[in-house]
């Protein structure tokens, strides 16, 4: 282990990608210290309405309105995030940027970038700005549905033997989805794409000028398994045109975690101010690089990275089939151990839907006179409550199922409100949903054979102390906080020291470099048994809805599509502004 040059410090930089911004943070090599972070938020955010006219060169009112359940962004937003989170965070640690002896990104997943041969986004080739499908569709992009269903019907019929790695079903979310999406909306574009690629992978490109596919993405967001992809045979039957897909627009070389993809080239050197030459590690997934900066590399300590959607990431010593689990791969997490992922698509958003929308003006008006954040003023209300009080039981559904029912079809709903219901019974209805939710995943793994031991949350929830009481006493688990407030970036800074050769594995790391624990929340008995009354509850309603006793979610979705697309009104007719169907979000 070589942490310092003649006695100085060295440092590594980690960038963690989420959805509406990117932020690095400078780490201490030696023991893990963070020193410093810059922000950088994108410019573009995320598109749902129509394509941006600074970008696509139209006009607002030329540019078409996207259909619903799109979300794009634009892949420059992710080069200026080198370009100024990076050279901000070293400024902020006040260290000498030669110091640096590696970087690491991490990115939200399943984000796709349509590119040419040498990496180009396809949005920025001549002729292609003003198209939708030539920009990188996000992780939350969700209009690939009917291309999904079909990969999982023809998988089932065939009995493929990759998709119980995968509890079942493909999602939307994923590679296969999107990529059959835009071969079938959009043929010239597919044309013109030379590669597909997972956007971890892109920026890693962008960073040392050499396409590697990191074996994270390559196994849970595209189907790699065994060391092989689904065949030729079955993606023709899917679509003729799809044939060819994996051997000219997907395969390339996979690099294990850890490793590096390559070094930093002259270029972005000048964009981040970091040293020419530093090594670059292969990518990663947000929330597969927190687990080892919370020092969970053991089987059985299920990591959940909480924000406005959850991950949940876990090693297991043996291969099982989990029912809707989001995959298991072969050194998915850390090598020689099974990692299992599994997700909720909303959590944060959910409740920041609900405090924008469903929150009188009083409320707000009451919590800024309190000195209080709108959330922090509806959680001291809910507080107050005791369990069951509200009288309201709700499915976090708002963004769809993501696990275990992988269904994003599905839609939120809350049951039991009367008018004597307040936002802060909606609001704390809500919290428990999502718990409920998770409680539902940690069940689906012990019942499958992969015992869950330990429960410990990162990411930007972890500070509402009630919502983890709440997740504590519904899951049973003693629940403890990672001590980072920059888990996923401090994950990847570990993975930039391994690929500078500063250990000798991610399990040496991150017992050096982890995070110790922040807060610790045991279960309290009797809400435990007030919680599984509520839960039961939750369960009925869950399968009710989820497993198809009643499919009126889904057909409210197709009355929903039928309406967007249908003619204009005619002129006789009352006009109403074109509202584009609600795009649920995650993190």
């Known amino acids: 282990m070589d942490v310092t040059v003649d006695g100085s410090e060295q440092y590594v930089i980690g960038v963690d990608y989420g959805t509406l911004s990117g932020r690095a943070v400078v780490v201490r090599v030696r023991d893990g210290q963070e020193l410093g972070s810059g922000v950088f938020d994108y410019p573009h955010a995320v598109v749902t309405g129509a394509l941006p006219g600074d970008v696509a060169g139209v006009g607002e009112l030329e540019a078409a309105r996207l259909p619903g359940e799109w979300a794009l962004q634009v892949a420059n937003d992710y080069r200026d995030v080198l370009r100024n989170a990076v050279p901000a965070a070293v400024a902020d640690a006040g260290i000498d940027p030669t110091a640096v002896v590696g970087i690491a990104t991490d990115f939200t997943a399943c984000t796709m970038v349509p590119a040419t041969a040498d990496g180009t986004p396809l949005n920025e080739v001549p002729g292609f700005a003003n198209r939708p499908h030539a920009y990188v569709k996000l992780w939350r992009h969700h209009a690939a549905q009917p291309q999904a269903d079909r990969i999982n019907q023809l998988a089932a019929e065939r009995g493929e033997s990759w998709l119980p790695r995968y509890g079942g079903l493909i999602s939307s979310e994923w590679e296969f989805a999107k990529g059959l999406q835009l071969l079938e909306e959009d043929p010239e574009a597919y044309a013109a794409m030379d590669h597909w690629v997972e956007a971890a992978d892109w920026i890693v490109w962008q960073l040392c000028g050499q396409y590697v596919r990191n074996a994270c993405t390559a196994g849970y967001k595209g189907i790699y398994q065994d060391g092989r992809y689904p065949a030729e045979d079955f993606l023709a039957a899917l679509n003729p045109e799809f044939k060819d897909f994996v051997s000219t627009k997907l395969e390339h070389t996979i690099g294990r975690l850890g490793d590096a993809a390559g070094y930093l080239t002259a270029e972005a050197a000048a964009w981040t101010g970091l040293p020419e030459g530093i090594a670059v590690a292969v990518g990663n997934v947000d929330a597969h690089v927190t687990a080892p900066a919370a020092r969970a590399v053991d089987p059985g300590q299920l990591v959940a990275i909480m924000g406005t959607s959850t991950c ?134 012990r019942d499958s054979g992969v015992p869950v031991k330990e429960f410990i949350v990162a990411g930007g929830l972890l500070k509402n102390k009630l919502l983890m009481q709440i997740y504590a006493d519904i899951t049973g688990l003693q629940l403890s906080t990672i001590g980072s407030a920059q888990g996923p970036a401090l994950g990847s800074a570990i993975h930039a020291a391994v690929a500078a050769g500063k250990y000798a594995d991610i399990r040496e790391a991150a017992a050096a470099m982890g995070s110790e624990p922040g807060d610790v929340f045991t279960p309290i008995p009797e809400n435990v048994a007030a919680y599984e009354e509520l839960f039961a509850e939750y369960r009925t309603l869950h399968d009710y809805f989820g497993r198809g006793a009643n499919d009126v979610m889904h057909r409210l979705k197709a009355i929903q599509r039928r309406s967007a697309t249908a003619a204009a009104p005619s002129a006789g007719a009352a006009a109403q502004p074109a509202t584009p169907a609600a795009v649920g979000a995650s993190a």
Not at 316 to 327: A, S, W, Y
Not at 376 to 397: K, P, V
Not at 400 to 407: A, F, I, K, P
Not at 427 to 438: D, K
Request: proline letters at 3%; one cysteine or more.
């Open 312 to 445: 949940h990431v876990m090693n297991g010593t043996e291969l099982r089939e989990v029912p809707g689990m989001c995959g298991v791969v072969d050194g998915g997490i850390v090598d020689g151990l099974w990692g299992y992922e599994a997700g909720q698509s909303g959590v944060g958003d959910i409740f920041g839907w609900f405090t924008k929308h469903g929150v009188p003006p009083e409320y707000h008006q009451a919590a800024g006179a309190a000195g209080l954040g709108i959330h922090e003023y509806l959680t001291e209300l809910a507080s107050r409550q005791r369990i069951g009080e509200h009288g309201l039981i709700a499915l976090d559904w708002h963004s769809g199922n993501r696990s275990v029912l992988v269904d994003h079809e599905l839609s939120g709903i809350v049951v039991g409100q009367t008018l004597a219901t307040k936002p802060e019974d909606t609001y704390r209805a809500l919290l428990e949903a999502t718990a409920f939710g998770t409680r539902t995943i940690v069940d689906a793994f």
